[in-house]
Every structure is written in structure tokens, then in C-alpha cells.
């Protein structure tokens, strides 16, 4: 069994290089008009650029798994800013995804919570839809679809979380094809359970990514090792291994909460389970501490009798 690791969007490690700069759009009203594409592009290029190092370090690290900024654009979905992003940098975005390609890397983006399918507002609809294409504009940009996916929670209950699956189903509907494609659920800590979601991606045809902190947060009928069978067979289609993110609790009062670094004994059921199916995974770490975080939980479970690390970002435990 493989476990290849990653990490989410900023590498702690390096100097200054956040590729979220942004800008508020209370603070582009103020500008001129001339100002306002300057800044823009400017902010633009300067997260392209740290994701470019980023991506680097990476694989410097050997760190096949990483979760890209859903910020890169500022303002990107605004309706009142709607702007190109694509045209002025075509060879930027064509440079990442060659890098990504050429060394085999595994991408993803997590829009925010707003970004969901159970809405009854229209308007919710309508702008997470726009969003989904603004994610799936980058990935076509750089020219990652084949290995990349767009990851989001199933959405709110809203007081009726019948109801709210039902609107799922009819609202998801407004998703193009070829970005539904691209898509992938995530289980989360309060409302659908692993078992709720699992159910929403077999009948959508969705891989399902395994939280298995907001499992333990938010326990469904069945326990977890029970549901992994059917949890990886909706990957079964994508050529690519299964995903499952990795934290571990703050506190006992705020076990929701991510801790900054990831506590080995709250994931060994998890390890132990993968090992008694023998499948190959890959762990995006979620704790605050980033990309250190992640190198510090390889060298844990490296330590692990059987695990053997056979790359900066990979184990085999046979």
C-alpha cells in the first residue's frame, strides 16, 4: 500500500510567498479605471509567481499532492468586475501546468462553503455554478483536467435536510457536464455524513473524498471502515488514487477545530484500516502548519513498523 501526501495551498517554509493576495472590491471601487486592470493584473501576476515557486519546492520535496489556491484571481466571480484573467497570462498558466505534468503532480481546488448545491435561492445556484467554471477555467488554462479535480461539500440542510438532498439533485443539474466532471464531494463535520454523501455520489456518479476528522465530528450510521470499500469504488472510473484528508482535533472542546500538526494516534484506525484493505491513497494534510505539517506526519508514520518512506512525499507500507 501507497500513501502519497500533499498539502494545502501556502508553503510555510518559503519566504513570502502567499499565493492569495487579494484585493477587496470596496478598495478597487476606489481606484480609476486604469488603476483598477493595473492592480489587478498585478495581484494576479504575483500569485501566479508564488505558485510557481511553490510548485518548485514542491517537487524539490518530492510532494506529488497539492491543493491550489482557490484566491489566485482577485475578484474573479464579482459581478461587477468579470474580468479576463486567462488572456494576459496564457504562458503563466501554461508554465504551471507543464511543471505539473512534467513531474507527475497531483492538483486540486476546494472552493469556499458558499460554493454548494442545496440552496433554494436561485441567486446561491446561479453564483456557485460561476464559480465551479472560474475553478475549471484555471485547471483548463493550465491544462491539468486529466489529473485534477474540484472539490465542495454537498451544502446546508437548511432545517430539512430531505428537502435540501432533493434540491441538490435538481440544482446540480445546472452544472456543465464537463465541470461536474471534474467535481468531487467532500463529507463534512456537521450536516452530511459520510453515509448521506457516499449516497449523493453513487447516485451522481461523484468520487467521494473521505474527511476522516469531520467523520469522527459527525458520525453517521455506519463506521467509517465499513463505508472505505465503497468510498474508493467511486474512484474507480478516474484513474487516479482515492483522496482522504487528514487533521486531527485542536482540543476535546474544539474538536472540530484543525490542530497544527497532525496527531498520529487520532489517524492510526485509519492507517490500520487502509493496511487491512491494501489500498493505495493519497493524504491531503488540512492542519494550519501546512506543508511542515505534512512533512513532519511522513516522518511519524515512517516510523511505523512496516512503513518504509520511499520518496520526500511518499510511503509503502507492506
Not at 515557486?53 to 489566485?72: C, F, G, K
Request: with cysteine.
Amino acid at each position: 500500500m501507497n500513501i502519497r501526501m500533499g498539502y494545502v495551498s501556502t508553503a510555510l517554509s518559503l519566504w513570502e510567498t502567499s499565493p492569495s493576495r487579494t484585493m477587496t472590491f470596496k478598495r478597487y471601487g476606489q481606484l480609476t479605471k486604469e488603476d483598477r486592470v493595473r492592480r489587478l493584473l498585478e495581484i494576479t501576476k504575483t500569485n501566479l509567481d508564488n505558485t510557481r515557486r511553490i510548485l518548485y519546492y514542491n517537487t524539490a520535496h518530492e510532494i506529488q499532492l497539492y491543493r491550489l489556491s482557490s484566491s489566485i484571481v482577485p475578484l474573479a466571480t464579482h459581478p461587477e468586475v468579470n474580468w479576463d484573467f486567462i488572456t494576459p497570462f496564457k504562458s503563466e498558466w501554461k508554465e504551471l501546468g507543464d511543471w505539473i505534468n512534467n513531474h507527475q503532480m497531483r492538483v486540486s481546488f476546494h472552493p469556499n462553503q458558499f460554493t454548494l448545491f442545496t440552496s433554494s435561492k436561485p441567486s446561491i445556484t446561479e453564483n456557485s455554478v460561476k464559480d465551479m467554471n472560474y475553478h475549471y477555467q484555471m485547471l483548463e488554462a493550465m491544462g491539468v483536467l486529466s489529473n485534477a479535480r474540484i472539490n465542495i461539500h454537498v451544502g446546508g440542510a437548511y432545517g430539512d435536510k430531505d428537502a435540501a438532498t432533493k434540491r441538490f439533485y435538481e440544482n446540480i443539474i445546472s452544472l456543465p457536464k464537463l465541470i461536474k466532471q471534474q467535481m468531487t464531494l467532500e463529507n463534512d463535520d456537521k450536516t452530511y455524513t459520510t453515509n448521506e454523501t457516499l449516497a449523493i455520489c453513487q447516485k451522481e456518479g461523484i468520487p467521494l473524498v473521505f474527511d476522516y476528522h469531520h467523520d469522527q465530528a459527525n458520525l453517521g450510521k455506519q463506521l467509517f471502515h465499513e463505508l472505505l470499500p465503497a468510498i474508493f469504488a467511486t474512484w474507480e472510473q478516474t484513474g487516479i488514487p482515492p483522496k482522504i484528508h487528514i487533521s486531527s482535533p485542536k482540543s476535546e472542546k474544539a474538536f472540530r477545530s484543525h490542530s497544527d500538526y497532525v496527531d498520529l494516534a487520532f489517524i492510526t484506525p485509519l492507517l490500520l484500516a487502509l493496511k487491512e484493505i491494501n489500498q493505495d491513497v493519497d493524504f491531503m494534510i488540512e492542519a494550519k502548519a501546512k506543508d511542515l505539517a505534512m512533512l513532519n506526519l511522513i516522518e511519524d508514520i515512517s516510523k511505523i513498523r512496516g512503513v518504509k518512506r520511499i520518496s520526500g512525499g511518499m510511503v509503502a507500507w507492506k
